[in-house]
């Protein structure tokens, strides 16, 4: 699918990072057309990854379409609601918390991450050394807390903000 502009809504333009997340509020992640099973409607939960999720928002008018600009059309959009995600992951006996941060780009003012903590606080950022356990640990609760709002191919750029 062709590269698109991104919408207006998505540009930052001046406004701040805004860190309260409500419990019921939806974050919006893409999912690559590989990822998805079309005859069971679920989703190879290995690309969706941890540390440092990269989701949008939806408060502040984010749309879910806006992950899929410019350059991801033809993927899809699984929705997670914010009080379903885990506070914490449990591993070795220690807590591993789990945060939400709104970081903006100047291009998707929606941009957030679901980040891991060890039980210092340090953020846990390096794929490399991020524990398996803590991966597979957060895929499992993934598998009962997402939904696939839109199908990787059936995006309809037309119903979308120009």
């Given amino acids: 699918m062709p590269k698109k502009p991104v919408p207006e809504g998505m540009k930052t333009k001046g406004r701040c990072a805004y860190q309260d997340f409500t419990p019921k509020e939806t974050l919006f992640r893409r999912i690559m057309p590989n990822h998805y099973i079309e005859r069971t ?8 990854s941890m540390p440092d999720v990269s989701v949008n928002r939806e408060r502040h008018d984010g749309r879910r379409e806006y992950v899929l600009y410019p350059h991801f059309l033809d993927w899809g959009v699984v929705d997670l609601f914010v009080g379903n995600i885990p506070k914490c992951i449990l591993f070795n006996g220690l807590r591993h918390p789990i945060k939400i941060a709104h970081l903006p780009e100047p291009r998707n003012y929606h941009h ?13 950022e390096c794929k490399e050394t991020f524990p398996r356990q803590i991966q597979l640990r957060w895929r499992r609760r993934l598998k009962f807390i997402y939904r696939v709002t839109i199908e990787p191919g059936k995006f309809k750029s037309q119903n979308a903000e120009s």
């Fill in 41 to 48: 409607g679920e989703v190879d939960l290995s690309g969706i």
């Fill in 112 to 124: 957030s991450e679901i980040q891991c903590y060890d039980w210092h606080g340090l953020h846990l």
